[in-house]
């Protein structure tokens, strides 16, 4: 990362300009202090406590080196469409059926293996600023950088960055547009299970779930839904807790006749640019199996997100801990 000091900028020190301006971690700065060439001026070493003059240019080697990388990430040439891309974020829109990252029995046919043969000629690491369950399609955000890394994981425990998801119901809600805030818990003996958790069980984390109706159908119902919090499996347990699980989500009770995935896909998503601090928003339109249950329009759907993600962060500006 390469930057021209200016008279704002001037006369602070290098640490108080990345501590204070840039929100560098303590951890990142030490990093920088102890590798070569980690902060220069004008090509220059210097310590953190040089005073920055108007004119420098000050370079810092935030970049991903070839001793970063994971010696296990096969780059896998995948169908991955990209979103968004640039030096510092690339979000995807993931498939239905695809993991996020290797595990076993998943070596080379995830997202990180895509992304590590699409950067390929880099060191690469994979960092995913938000997962999805193999079986969600829709936005996934990766950073490209530790730097860009830290930043979005920032924004994301600060609540700014925003999610709506498309989910496809058996059975309609009992209101219209509402609230689920139900506590959720892993179910003893299950890495992957969750349930509802009862008042002040053991390891219960709050979740809170708004959602909204779009369409109901005869056998299934169309909602938005936007995850105020981001507990394992929150969606999946909230929906079936009320008595309308997911389609296809056999897990939790959902019908499958119609779908082989849990209906679930990650449509918008919106957050500060971990580098310029700009909104970006991003729409993924629902794929092929989800658009045969849905009886919205690409167009119609389209529109409705863009109104509802309006309605959601005024929802979340004056309804986050109601």
């Given amino acids: 990362m390469t930057i021209q000091i200016d008279k704002t900028i001037a006369g602070k020190t290098i640490r108080e300009y990345l501590r204070e301006d840039l929100g560098y971690s303590v951890g990142m700065l030490k990093r920088l202090k102890f590798m070569e060439g980690g ?39 995948l169908p991955v469409p990209i979103v968004y891309e640039d030096a510092y974020l690339t979000a995807v829109d993931k498939p239905p059926a695809m993991p996020a990252h290797p595990s076993s029995g998943h070596r080379l046919d995830t997202v990180a293996n895509a992304l590590a043969f699409r950067y390929a000629d880099t060191p690469f690491v994979f960092r995913p600023v938000n997962r999805l369950d193999r079986d969600t399609s829709g936005l996934m955000l990766t950073s490209r950088s530790r730097l860009a890394a830290f930043k979005m994981y920032q924004h994301m425990t600060t609540g700014k960055i925003r999610k709506l998801y498309i989910a496809i119901l058996c059975g309609t809600p009992k209101e219209t547009a509402g609230k689920i805030r139900l506590p959720v818990c892993r179910v003893p003996g299950s890495v992957i299970l969750r349930r509802v958790a009862a008042p002040g069980e053991a390891g219960a984390k709050d979740a809170c779930t708004l959602y909204r109706v779009l369409s109901v159908g005869e056998k299934y119902t169309v909602v938005i839904a936007a995850p105020l919090t981001g507990r394992t499996h929150q969606l999946r347990v909230h929906f079936s807790a009320v008595g309308c699980p997911i389609a296809g989500d056999t897990m939790y009770g959902g019908e499958a006749a119609d779908i082989g995935r849990h209906a679930l896909h990650a449509v918008y998503l919106s957050f500060p640019h971990p580098q310029s ?46």
């Fill in 39 to 77: 902060i220069t001026i004008n090509g220059a070493f210097v310590t953190v406590r040089y005073v920055l003059q108007e004119g420098d240019l000050l370079q810092l080697s935030t970049e991903d080196r070839e001793e970063d990388t994971c010696p296990y990430m096969i780059p896998v040439d």
């Fill in 277 to 322: 601090g700009n909104l970006i928003s991003l729409y993924a339109p629902l794929p092929a199996d989800m658009a045969a249950l849905c009886p919205l329009s690409e167009a119609a759907l389209k529109e409705t997100v863009q109104t509802e993600a309006l309605r959601y962060f005024a929802d979340i500006r004056t309804d986050d801990d109601t």
